[in-house]
């Protein structure tokens, strides 16, 4: 159980477009999810918390207008890069959790790939 | 703010022998939680195992086990009998007892090579 996946596993598009990449609960309800990014051999950073109904919290140095996070339900949270550059490309991994236990359990993506050509 | 700190950035062990990858966190909290994550070539974020502070014994799970010192804010992870499979980048990270919208804090990992 607790599984989550990511759509599209990589994508690659051209400077100046916009992308979007979907994270979805499979088998519970995801009341908080979580967009980190990644950079090859680094650490996660923490992008922003999205909870279900309401917008979602952004760390700070993330552009909100940029990296556009929508979790419009309690199964899908959606991230749309707006406007790519070659910076926005990275790795990019949505993590959800549940109310339902502790609240100690993270779940995690697989991840995007994103490449901005 | 709640910081972790994994001090070896890389780390290499041989097949079958035990190794141990540090880590320390500054918290102002009593209650929280500690994690110890495997991230694989595949880059899945995969859960080795967890501690509870408020839990004084080590969480063990099969070879891998925790050192828990929760005064001195100390966190290892041992791997015990190595295996291939085990090579992967390990996070540490801190989860606060607060609010279940709190993410987890994640160290800068340590990629652990094992030699067979």
């Known amino acids: 159980g607790a599984v989550v996946s990511q759509h599209p596993s990589r994508v690659i598009c051209k400077s100046g477009t916009s992308v979007k990449i979907e994270c979805r609960s499979l088998d519970f309800q995801a009341t908080t999810m979580f967009w980190y990014r990644q950079f090859p051999k680094k650490s996660l950073m923490l992008m922003a918390t999205s909870n279900e109904g309401s917008k979602a919290t952004y760390e700070q140095g993330v552009e909100k207008d940029k990296f556009l996070i929508n979790h419009a339900s309690l199964t899908l949270s959606t991230l749309t890069v707006t406007s790519a550059h070659p910076e926005d490309s990275s790795f990019y991994i949505c993590?959800?959790?549940?109310?339902?236990?502790?609240?100690?359990?993270?779940?995690f993506g697989p991840g995007t790939r994103l490449t901005v050509t | 703010a709640q910081t972790v700190t994994q001090s070896q950035p890389e780390m290499s062990v041989q097949e079958a022998e035990t190794v141990t990858l540090s880590c320390t966190y500054d918290?102002?909290?009593?209650?929280?939680?500690l994690f110890w994550y495997k991230q694989p070539p595949s880059r899945q974020m995969i859960l080795v195992i967890r501690q509870e502070a408020y839990k004084q014994q080590n969480a063990t799970e099969n070879r891998f086990s925790v050192n828990f010192q929760k005064a001195a804010k100390s966190f290892s992870l041992k791997i015990s009998d190595s295996q291939l499979g085990d090579a992967a980048m390990y996070f540490c990270a801190y989860r606060s007892f607060r609010s279940g919208n709190t993410p987890l804090v994640f160290g800068k990992g340590t990629r652990l090579s094992v030699i067979a």
């Open positions: 918290t102002s909290e009593s209650d929280y939680y």
């Open positions: 993590s959800a959790k549940t109310a339902r236990d502790r609240g100690y359990e993270q779940y």
